[in-house]
């Protein structure tokens, strides 16, 4: 089958959809099909680029506003749209965005006759937690939100979203079309439990980190506002306090980064806490692997490729009870389940984890 993929982030972005859709067009080449690639580019004007043998035709783009992850978002699509279409005479068009790529995909498919299907990752909370409080947290402002994602969606031929809690959403706000919970799934060849039991302090893979502690909670993944990182590091205060033997390590970039950093300050607990910034493939699996738990406090996710990597490295998952965590993390069968928002809570379960090596081994 031949096949366009079009997303407005894409590799080398490292955010959970740009992971996944990059996993996806690796299997299907991998599976015979033909795919090419719709992004935006790291320049105002278009071009055509390579990632191994998938051809990718790049957008004109510009930095994304508010954003300090060098994400860029395009300005025009039409005109890479309609090239892609013209060269490689897709059968299909899928659509993994609500914006220009993605509208500029949907008009020529319409025009032509191909079919179009769509997968949605996006909440309005991924976007409107860079926004003032008073409209972050507006009813009004959620409703149309929702009411945008849905009158996109209801134009393709069938839309999938990875999670049922996920699919759920969609048809709740009035959501028409076909629907399909399909995983973003995880290579568990490549992540898996260690073979060995060196210490992280010892593994060459994680030379370059200065790591505060032996042990640690992990959190892996994009450093912004909607990941409610704040509350995480609230709640591992409070265990810090009753293990000093206990770090903090959270791995990746974004735009609350300084924020955190000073909030650490702030509690005393900076030398306890390790912010990596970027990591490459082999840290981040290291990093997995040596870590007590991963946990997780954000409020807005469709799934979480992150936990999803850590469950398959064996480690236990400390999340909160929000949107689709729950269908990842089973409250006292392989890791803890606790309420928004409460650190005490967070804490607890952090402390229970740390010391208890039956219970750490019994959740991996």
Not at 274 to 297: C, H, M, P, W
């Amino acid at each position: 089958m031949k096949i366009l993929l079009t997303s407005e982030s894409y590799w080398p972005n490292k955010d959970g959809g740009a992971v996944f859709e990059r996993r996806l067009v690796r299997q299907m080449v991998a599976a015979g099909h033909d795919v090419v690639v719709v992004a935006p580019g790291a320049r105002p004007r278009g071009y055509i680029e390579f990632d191994d043998d998938v051809k990718i035709y790049r957008t004109p783009s510009l930095p994304l506003p508010l954003n300090r992850d060098n994400y860029r978002i395009s300005y025009t699509a039409k005109s890479a749209m309609r090239r892609a279409i013209d060269d490689h005479n897709p059968d299909i068009i899928h659509v993994h965005t609500m914006a220009l790529t993605g509208l500029a995909a949907l008009r020529l498919a319409k025009k032509r006759g191909i079919t179009i299907v769509a997968t949605n990752h996006l909440m309005p909370e991924n976007v409107l937690m860079s926004l003032p409080k008073s409209i972050r947290d507006s009813e009004r402002t959620q409703r149309i939100f929702w009411r945008r994602i849905v009158k996109f969606h209801n134009k393709f031929a069938a839309v999938a979203s990875p999670t049922k809690t996920a699919t759920n959403l969609l048809a709740d706000n009035g959501l028409t079309r076909p629907l399909f919970d399909i995983t973003n799934g995880v290579n568990t060849d490549y992540y898996r439990p260690s073979d060995d039991s060196v210490a992280a302090t010892k593994d060459k893979r994680l030379a370059r980190f200065d790591f505060p502690h032996k042990k640690y909670v992990l959190y892996l993944g994009r450093v912004n506002a909607e990941k409610r990182l704040d509350l995480l590091i609230d709640g591992y205060k409070l265990a810090h306090d009753s293990d000093k033997n206990l770090g903090l390590v959270i791995a990746g970039t974004g735009n609350r980064l300084e924020h955190l950093k000073e909030q650490c300050r702030r509690l005393g607990i900076e030398k306890d806490v390790l912010f990596t910034g970027f990591v490459s493939d082999e840290e981040k699996l290291a990093l997995y692997q040596r870590a007590l738990n991963y946990a997780i406090t954000s409020p807005a996710e469709l799934q979480s490729i992150a936990s999803l990597e850590a469950m398959a490295c064996g480690k236990p998952i400390v999340a909160v009870d929000a949107i689709a965590l729950a269908e990842l993390c089973h409250d006292g069968k392989n890791g803890f389940l606790i309420p928004f928002g409460d650190v005490h809570a967070l804490a607890d379960a952090l402390l229970k984890i740390s010391q208890n090596v039956t219970l750490r081994k019994k959740f991996g």
